[in-house]
């Protein structure tokens, strides 16, 4: 019995760790664009906050992942980044006044092809 008290507190212990670095990824997010102009960034800064809002929908849609299964299958976590890229994708293109409604097609799609090749056409070593 003991050993499962442990097992329980060790995972409600992970969720309150991953509940915070989503709380530390949003606080920074808000904070770099709040204190911060963009002319007057560098060129490096002005990527920050699109990784950091990369940062913060890969790790929410890990925390819903990871409520059901406490370890995420490779699948899952490539299936998480292609959605968390997706929308930080389009954020871009916005952001230089280029997304049309051909571009979501073609970066959905191109989406889907990355999905399918990681899935299909795994690289790793045979063992």
């Given at each position: ?61 890990l925390f819903v992942v990871r409520r059901s299964a406490p370890k ?56």
């Open positions: 019995m003991r050993e499962i008290n442990d097992q329980n507190t060790a995972w409600q212990r992970r969720i309150v760790v991953r509940i915070v670095q989503i709380l530390i990824t949003a606080t920074l997010l808000g904070l770099f664009l709040f204190f911060t102009q963009p002319d007057t960034l560098p060129i490096i800064g002005l990527l920050v906050p699109f990784v950091l809002l990369y940062t913060l929908i890969f790790q929410i849609l995420a299958t490779p699948k899952q976590l490539s299936l998480a980044a292609i959605i968390s890229a997706l929308p930080v994708i389009m954020l871009v293109l916005s952001s230089l006044n280029q997304l049309s409604g051909i571009d979501i097609v073609v970066v959905l799609f191109f989406a889907i092809g990355i999905y399918v090749y990681l899935q299909y056409f795994n690289l790793s070593p045979k063992q």
